[in-house]
RNA sequence: GCCGGAGUGGCGGAAUUGGCAGACGCGCGGGAUUCAAAAUCCCGUCCUGGCAACAGGGUGAGGGUUCGAGUCCCUCCUCCGGCACCA
């Protein structure tokens, strides 16, 4: 239906869905010249001319003008190829980055592919393709699909991070992770040579001392095993506790995993956020992902035992009213501490934890479990004897991994002893009286600040002084300190996969791990038979046992790591490839650095708000500390373009069938239309939905924009393009167009920049004149959005040299005031007439002509007003 | 549940940040052109009443501040996004 009416419709300016019966043969057969717009051919003929005169090749350490970075998210060139969502932020940095070239800036604008990733790869389980085919394939594609949208790139800075002298750097950064720890005093890394080791430590320890402190280590966590596909999933790929793909079940199992410290960062990537340029919404994002809190770790004794537990709380102030305490079930002092009584319980719990999911323990079971251990706990602040749990709702990979329970100020612990019906003791009175009675009788739990009370010697301090006071008297009796946690964890970097970076690292015989030389990167991906997991845990590239097994330069034998890196890994710096993308002595080059960076101008889709830029600003602040790099932030502004939904208002899907497909878009209404239609569907930043229609609109736009420079029939210049100058109102529309499309590419305002060109163009086409010096400055202003039909244009109108290097038309701000201006004239906010006064009358004489109406007459009835307001250029408001 | 963001014509969206609500585009209605259609051009298009001039109402709902509120404040409703036992 759609396409039948759009084909239709379109007759006459694309070639529309019914392919070949497109704008040349339809308007062929009705008698069509030269001079229609055919935005196929002009685009093609631009496109061309770009490439051959590399216009847009950013040079590097130009000092003659100041510096542009502007950067597109790269995608993953996926086999669905582009979708409409993807032009959205390419034509938003274009329009920036063509801009600030007629600016006058030394733009960098690069381009290139995301391309490690699991569909290449689950594509080579099953049909035996080498991943690398795929995804060359898919590039090629995405690339054709791209490049049709004339967007200005210097394609010489194309980088992949599947190709060997990309990752070779990727590795070359891991290995300098691996090869650093992190000086606590300093807060920054430092080659892990110069990690003091302490005396007297034997061979082992002193390995075990020094690995321990990497930035890119080996831990034994839980990952997603899905016994029935034989392999490990991504977090990503588990939905609801079931594989995404064939929706098998999948558990936690404990194996050996590369874990990056982004921990140590916490601090710097929570500070440093005040430096960026970023919407205060994806800072917060940001932050909360971080999750610092501040509080206390405190000490309790075990009654009957040597070992303490310590707990990490934030209202420490609440110490007094810790009525028993929760251990998780991997907590390690578990088996020590559980009775022979309780033994049998406590066990059975902890294995029931150990098999549930995160989301099992999360979601799905709100309702609190848990067992009593049959131990006891001292508290410290008044010798009482509380019972120590083992609940689920304890995380050990938090704080210390158990908990004081103070149900009648923490709802969970509420909730819990109202379960198991354990004492609730009130130990802060809330400000609300009716609130404190519901407390005291231990119907309510109150978790905000109040004054204390049943806490001995601290009774009457408010929550923050008892928080500061019972710190300091903790840690003056060794019992406590102050401690700050974060809900960020380490970063776990490795994954069960063929297609990734394989990590620069082998497995020495006994037991070991080691970096391998620089001078042996990159380390090429070996190739394999076939591509299946191997069933058991082992990553597929234990397969290429020629690849994995080693010999060292001493002679002894060794094994590569046969794990590979996540797809983040190559994302995390991709804009410092870009600086310098064919050196191959390093990464980048550090004047090149020091020249470009920071990168001005970020966009890309708020998917990415936390991981993708929390790991690219980790690994920058990490190149930051040794040296690499000279900005302790990678992007100082940054944008997040919304979604484009479907035309019903849904999100697109192949199953909803309400895709649209740009190859088709481009076809029916060129480049330029869907540039321009992407920009002016919204705001940049808002969810919205498609429309054919609005495409049309913007293709009519530009079809009259072109019968204002071109006369149709003939394809010469149109007779009303002269030489002749302007009169007042058209010069004083055009330098309001320059002032407000100027400023509004400035904020990202591209829907009402395009608004204020359509004014333009329109009032043009009422005119029986149109001058050539304004329709020039309109081809200037409309090239960074409609490139290729402005160049056509500008050439047209006699200019031998492409204009995107043309200097951006400036406004005379003395032409766009108007002489006259209309007033509205209001009695008590109500409008009741409206007065014309010159432009510079001053406030009595717009008030004189104000009450002098015969309409304010009227509406004042003989009342004498009381005020009249004249706001000069807006209107005056008679008060009675 | 908590934290963000947003609710404006039939639709996408404007509104110089407290000053004429609805720019621009779509859609729709009417007209010109045409043998006819497409395309193009012109006029109209927030709602109600009226031939009209005009009058009244109107920015999710209710209240408040102000000469004046889409914009600021309070309460509530709806939608979208994020987090989800982080002690």
């Known amino acids: 239906m759609i396409s039948e009416r759009v084909g239709g419709r379109v007759a006459c300016g694309g070639s529309g869905r019914r392919g070949s019966r497109g704008l040349r043969k339809v308007a062929g057969s009705m008698g069509m010249t030269e001079g229609t717009y055919d935005f196929g051919q002009i685009e093609r003929k631009w496109q061309a001319y770009w490439d051959e005169h590399k216009s847009f090749k950013a040079t590097d350490c130009d000092a003659s003008k100041p510096k542009y970075y502007v950067l597109d998210m ?10 409409v969502g993807h032009p959205e932020g390419y034509t938003a940095t274009d329009i920036v980055a063509r801009y600030k070239r007629m600016k006058g ?41 791209t490049k049709a949208l004339g967007f200005s790139y210097d394609w010489d800075r194309e980088v992949a991070t599947t190709d060997p002298e990309y990752y070779h750097w990727t590795q070359w950064i891991v290995l300098k992770l691996f090869n650093s720890y992190f000086d606590e005093e300093l807060q920054k890394a430092r080659p892990i040579e110069e990690l003091p080791v302490p005396d007297g430590l034997s061979a082992q320890e002193r390995r075990r001392y020094i690995d321990d402190r990497r930035l890119a280590y080996q831990a034994d966590v839980p990952v997603n095993w899905c016994p029935a596909l034989g392999t490990v999933l991504a977090n990503e790929e588990v939905v609801g506790g079931v594989s995404e793909r064939g929706g098998h079940p999948v558990i936690r199992k404990p194996m050996r995993q590369w874990m990056l ?21 994806i800072k917060k994002l940001q932050v909360d992902w971080i999750g610092r809190s501040v509080g206390a770790e405190v000490c309790f004794r075990i009654d009957g035992y040597e070992d303490n537990i310590w707990v990490f709380t934030t209202r420490p102030d609440t110490l007094f009213g810790a009525t028993y305490m929760v251990m998780a079930p991997e907590h390690p002092l578990v088996g020590t501490i559980v009775t022979e009584a309780q033994k049998q319980a406590v066990e059975a719990y902890c294995e029931a934890a150990a098999r549930k999911s995160d989301l099992d323990r999360t979601d799905l ?31 050990i990979s938090y704080g210390t991994g158990a908990i004081m329970a103070v149900p009648a100020h923490d709802d969970r612990d509420f909730e819990f002893a109202t379960k198991f019906a354990l004492p609730i003791v009130q130990v802060v009175q809330p400000p609300s009286a009716e609130d404190a009675e519901r407390v005291a009788r231990g119907e309510l739990c109150f978790t905000g600040d109040g004054t204390a009370i049943h806490s001995g010697p601290f009774d009457g301090l408010t929550t923050a002084e008892f928080k500061e006071k019972i710190t300091a008297w903790l840690a003056e009796r060794g019992l406590g300190k102050k401690a700050i946690n974060y809900k960020l964890r380490d970063w776990l970097f490795s994954r069960q996969r063929y297609w990734g970076e394989p990590f620069p690292i082998v497995h020495l015989a006994d037991g070991t791990v080691t970096g391998i ?43 590569r790591e046969t794990n590979t890196m996540p797809q983040w890994a190559g994302s995390c710096w991709y804009y410092l490839r870009y600086l310098d993308p064919r050196n191959a002595e390093r990464g980048w080059d550090p004047a090149k650095e020091k020249y470009w960076m920071p ?250 002509e104000a009450l002098s109406s015969d309409k304010v007459v009227e509406a004042l009835a003989g009342k004498t007003p009381r005020k009249v307001i004249v706001i000069k250029s807006r209107l005056v408001n008679v008060v009675v």
């Not at 982004?262 to 919404?281: C, G, H, P």
């Not at 706990?377 to 010798?383: D, E, L, M, S, T």
């Not at 072109?706 to 002749?724: F, H, I, K, Y």
């Open 517 to 559: 030389s620089e001078r042996e990167l990159p380390l090429r991906l070996p190739d394999l038979d076939d591509y299946k997991p191997l069933g058991t845990a082992e990553p597929p590239l234990a397969k290429a046992t020629d690849w994995v097994n080693v010999t060292l330069p001493d002679g002894s034998a060794a094994r």
């Open 105 to 145: 800036f030394n733009v960098l604008h690069p381009f290139g592919w995301d391309a490690f990733g699991l569909p290449a790869e689950q594509h080579a389980i099953a049909t035996g393709t080498h991943p690398e085919e795929t995804t060359n394939k898919n590039i090629a594609n995405m690339k054709r699909q």
């Open 599 to 848: 990168v001005d101008l970020y966009i890309g889709g708020a998917e990415h708000a936390v991981l993708h830029l929390l790991y690219s600003r980790f690994w920058h602040k990490f190149l930051y500390d040794l040296g690499y790099v000279s900005t302790k932030e990678p992007f100082k502004k940054l944008v997040n373009q919304g979604m484009i939904l479907g035309e019903d208002g849904q999100k697109m899907s192949k199953s909803r069938g309400n895709v649209v497909n740009p190859d088709q878009v481009v076809t029916d209404y060129g480049a330029d239309s869907m540039r321009l239609y992407e920009m002016f569907m919204g705001p940049l930043e808002a969810m919205k939905p498609w429309s054919m229609n609005g495409v049309q609109g913007v293709h009519r736009f530009l079809q009259k924009t072109w019968r204002l420079v071109v006369e149709e029939e003939t394809g010469r210049l149109s007779p009303a393009v002269q030489d002749a100058p302007a009169d007042e109102e058209t010069l004083r529309l055009l330098h309001q167009t320059l002032k407000k499309v100027g400023d509004d590419v400035e904020s990202f305002g591209f829907n009402t920049a395009i608004s204020a060109m359509m004014i333009l163009v329109n009032h043009l086409g009422r005119q029986q004149v149109r001058p050539k010096s304004v329709l020039e400055s309109l081809v200037l202003v409309l090239a960074p959005f409609a490139p290729h039909i402005a160049e056509e244009l500008w050439q047209r109108l006699g200019h031998a040299n492409s204009l995107a290097h043309e200097p951006w038309p400036s406004y005379d701000k003395g032409l766009i005031r108007e002489r006259q201006i209309e007033l509205a004239v209001q009695v008590n906010g109500k409008i009741r007439d409206r007065i014309v006064v010159a432009a510079e009358a001053d406030e009595e004489a717009i008030q004189a």
């Open 365 to 395: 079971a709100k309702d609190k479990t848990g067992v009593f251990t049959g131990a006891y706990a001292i508290n410290p602040v008044n010798n009482e004897r509380i019972p120590i749990w083992i609940s689920d709702y304890v995380l």
């Open 74 to 83: 790269f995608p993953y060139p996926s086999g669905q190829g582009l979708h």
């Open 261 to 281: 410290r982004i921990t140590k960062y916490a601090e710097r990537l929570l500070d440093d956020l005040k430096e960026v340029d970023w919407s205060e919404s």
